[in-house]
């Protein structure tokens, strides 16, 4: 069965901190996608990738497929980076439309 | 504008009724999903659907219905058999690869908070 594990749960840190939420799946992966919950509940998308490194703006996304394991960062981080992050995979058994989501890592900038 | 709607936002329901979450998509994808997200729980998923007038059970289908007569639409239903309703449930939408097998970013709609009185 596969299984996503978020850590930390909550994170509270002061603005211009460099963020760092971490994911780690149980099974071999199709791909890992991070998403963004805000107070509202309106999820975005805002990486999938299923090797290496992406970058969008102040947010980077890295994997490690050997050591299942992902992480998000954050630099230069700001009072409306607070939102819960989302992180869930996919994987060639459960079929690529289901994705098995983590828990969610609730991350509070305090300006 | 591109996008996925879904209605009403807060939706009341007495124990024993059924009641009906609309979603809608005009990003021409042919797959839509729905989920369910309780506090402290990661999202589960309900239903999802492919192609027009297919759909499949996720993890937790039991107590809901949906339909897919067009390709813009799927409409959840939850039933009276559902024993514990209220949630958050969001609505999400992809393209299908090209590739069998192949994985997609999903675009979600804003969500239906539903509580049962």
């Known amino acids: 069965k596969n299984e996503v594990e978020q850590s930390p749960q909550n994170l509270t840190a002061q603005e211009g901190e460099f963020i760092t939420i971490n994911c780690s799946y149980s099974v071999g992966i199709s791909a890992l996608h991070w998403l963004q919950q805000h107070p509202g509940g309106g999820i975005v998308s805002l990486f999938m990738?299923?090797?290496g490194k992406k970058k969008h703006g102040r947010l980077i996304a890295t994997i490690n497929i050997q050591e299942k394991h992902s992480s998000l960062h954050i630099t230069a981080s700001h009072p409306r980076d607070s939102a819960v992050y989302i992180c869930?995979?996919?994987?060639?058994?459960?079929?690529?439309?289901?994705?098995?989501f983590g828990q969610g890592t609730r991350l509070t900038i305090n300006p | 504008d591109g996008g996925i709607t879904q209605s009403p936002k807060y939706l009341f329901r007495k124990e024993g009724q059924n009641v009906t979450l609309s979603c809608e998509q005009n990003l021409n994808h042919d797959a839509m999903y729905w989920y369910r997200q309780d506090p402290g729980q990661g999202l589960r998923l309900i239903y999802y659907?492919?192609?027009?007038?297919?759909?499949q059970k996720g993890d937790i289908a039991e107590g809901y219905s949906v339909s897919r007569e067009k390709k813009e639409s799927f409409p959840l239903t939850v039933t009276s058999a559902q024993k514990n309703p209220t949630a958050f449930y969001l609505c999400?939408?992809?393209?299908?690869?090209?590739?069998?097998?192949?994985?997609?970013?999903?675009?979600f709609g804003p969500g239906t908070r539903l509580t049962v009185l």
């Open positions: 999400a939408s992809s393209i299908l690869s090209p590739l069998a097998g192949g994985p997609n970013e999903q675009f």
């Open positions: 869930a995979s996919t994987n060639p058994i459960q079929g690529a439309q289901k994705l098995v």
């Open positions: 990738l299923s090797s």
């Open positions: 659907s492919q192609i027009v007038n297919d759909f």
